[in-house]
């Protein structure tokens, strides 16, 4: 069965219309009644089309209400992205920079432990009556702590930063 148009009516009355027209002869009832018809049909299509247009409308606004709600969502769900993104990389910062301070304090301990141990002996025997090169010394290290700091941090962080990047490519 072939699907029927949902102008059918209208399609129908018009090849009514096109068939009555090519009579030769028409009476004045027969063009008052055809006239009268036409106008009919034609009063319902446009009331139609107005009902449709109106549904339409009102169909175009519910969607671009949903697109722009849409539109507010995306940009709300970029804005917490880039928080959370922002946020991982304080973490892992903070983190980074806690092991790289407990790295240098070990490493600060040990120098401490290898001046007293070994090396203080011999400015001692090398300076014995000068107390200010073995804290000239110790100065040194305590001075190079900050610097040693900044340095594995600085080197951890673009390490983790080098591994995040692979792995995000690698996601893709």
Known sequence: MAKQSIYQREVDSLEQSKAF?????????????EFKKNVEN????????????RISDRLQKKLN??????????????????????????????????????????IAIGLFIVSEA???????RAFPDNFWVGLGL?????????????????????KARKK???ESKAMK
Do not use: C, H
């Not at 027209?21 to 009644?33: I, R, T």
């Not at 040194?140 to 900050?146: G, P």
């Open 21 to 33: 027209l090519q009579k030769n002869e028409y009476s004045k009832l027969e063009l008052q009644l």
């Open 42 to 53: 034609y009063e319902e299509l446009i009331d139609q089309v107005k009902i449709i247009t």
């Open 65 to 106: 209400k949903t697109n722009e709600a849409l539109e507010s969502s995306n940009t709300q769900l970029a804005e917490l992205n880039d928080q959370l993104n922002e946020t991982i990389d304080q973490l892992t910062e903070a983190k980074i920079g806690r092991k790289a301070g407990t790295i240098v304090m070990f």
């Open 118 to 124: 070994f090396i203080e002996p011999i400015i001692d």
């Open 138 to 158: 110790k100065l040194i290290v305590a001075i190079l702590i900050k610097p040693g700091e900044d340095f594995a941090n600085n080197y951890m962080l673009k």
């Open 164 to 166: 995040q990047l692979e």
